[in-house]
């Protein structure tokens, strides 16, 4: 029983009959005027708690014994009544206290485990939204934010290889744009040359014939002046609008070669005969060398004339002394010709261009005769169509020399 | 005293005509072969009047005009440019450099004597 449990009796009078705990001889000398007894001999419920004949706060049980009119008390301090449940109410407190310390450390920890894969996922769709693909989030759990750091990954890796391809197309587009205004403005240079070339030649045909026409008295050396020169520029004309036929067939495919088998030393010398007036008004020498007296090609005569004569025709025009000259060699698998001239060369930066449309270099060098500037192209594209290759090798002041290929046999 | 016309081209054919045209009436003609020296001749002779072919090799009408014309000692000689290429933005790139006239390939035999009487007179 606990230190302050008391259980003792009282008399109708509310006098103990029976000795107190803590009072001695306490029999009949203590009158207990407490709500225990009240509440006992007026037989109603009593309080739990109530203030016993010490005055000190108890918890109490009465009886009445009807017999006797008596009244059996017991009752006990409510300190040590309540010490287990306040003992139970420290350790609650100590409990939650635990528990908070508990609670705080599990969100810090939590925030760092949830929030942090957040953070990292939110900096990594802010430098996505600025445009830089390559950004990787580190996966580090199993649950729905890991989850979600997969699939953010993939959304990276998905959007960096659509917008590589979209760049890499964007620039296929924007090069073919600039090729194609490139082409454009190619075409109406043509366009604007073309006119150029054919309005010149037509300038001193009308102007020519017009003072003809006006002068009715003019001598007649001047009238055959003036007529050949209209004569010239109306074959000067013809030439152009051939060339310019000839070159747009081979550049659209649409020329056949009609390839044979035929001795190539004598086409060349047959080209060398046709020049060799003109060669001698002029003082130059023409001449010719093969490396064996037949060299068998299989091409289109005609062609390979046509080229040699743009070739030959072109140093005519160029050489003021020394010699034109035209070899053949044949070697390993193909034939080569070379058109050899000591005319006065063709500077580094024109190199490049011999062979593109209405380049002409030097005519002043040619004394003022003008070509039509297709000759070298119309060269390129038959030999191209002969599947050889065709180069020049010059420097100023040093003469020029043709050179082209044409495959071996069939 | 005839007035003093050069003409700048790099066709002999175009020269020889329009020279032997204007000579007939009554100017005094001088010609270069190229833009360079039609400039070198141009400011040596200091002619009234220029025909300048607008496609030359060396230097280009276009150019040799636009040199011409920033020059206070030069910009006085009355120029008009002669063009194969008839193009309206040649026309306007002639303006631009300070042309006073511009002629298209072929011309009228007419039209040329009259821009050069309407600019330097007879």
Known sequence: VGKTVETYIVDKKKRMITDSRFIKNAILKIQVETPGTDACFSKKAAPVLYKNYQGGLVLGTQQYLPDQQWCILTEIDVREAFQPASAFRTQIIFLLIILAFFIVFFVKSAGKKFIAPITMLRDAALKVARGSYDVQVANSSQDEIGELSVTFNQMTKILASTTTQLREKNKLLQAQKEELKKFDQLKSEFVSTVSHELRTPMTIIKESIAQLLEEENMPRPEKNLLLNMAINNINRLANLINNLLDLSKIEAGKVELHKQKFNLVNLIQEVCKGFELPARQKGIDIRWKASAEAIEVFADPDKLTQVFLNLVGNSMKFVQKGYIEISALSENNHIKCIVADTGPGIGKDDLQKVFNKFQQFGHQASGGVKGTGLGLSICKGLIDLHGGDIWVESEAGEGTRFIFTLPNGQ | ?122
């Not at chain 2, 194969?84 to 933005?89: L, M, N, P």
Request: proline share 4%.
């Open chain 2, 1 to 122: 005293m005839a007035k003093k016309i050069l003409i700048v081209d790099d066709e002999e054919g175009i020269i020889f005509l329009i020279k032997r045209r204007l000579v007939k009436l009554g100017y005094e003609v001088t010609e270069a072969h190229n833009g360079l020296d039609g400039i070198t001749l141009a400011k040596q002779k200091h002619p009234d009047l220029i025909l300048l072919d607008f496609m030359m090799p060396e230097l280009s009408g276009l150019e040799a005009c636009r040199m011409l014309k920033s020059d206070p000692q030069y910009e006085s000689i009355k120029i008009v440019l002669l063009t194969a290429r008839d193009q309206q933005k040649d026309k306007d790139v002639a303006k631009e450099v300070g042309a006073d006239g511009y002629i298209t390939k072929p011309f009228e035999p007419d039209d040329l004597i009259a821009k050069v009487k309407e600019l330097i007179g007879s």
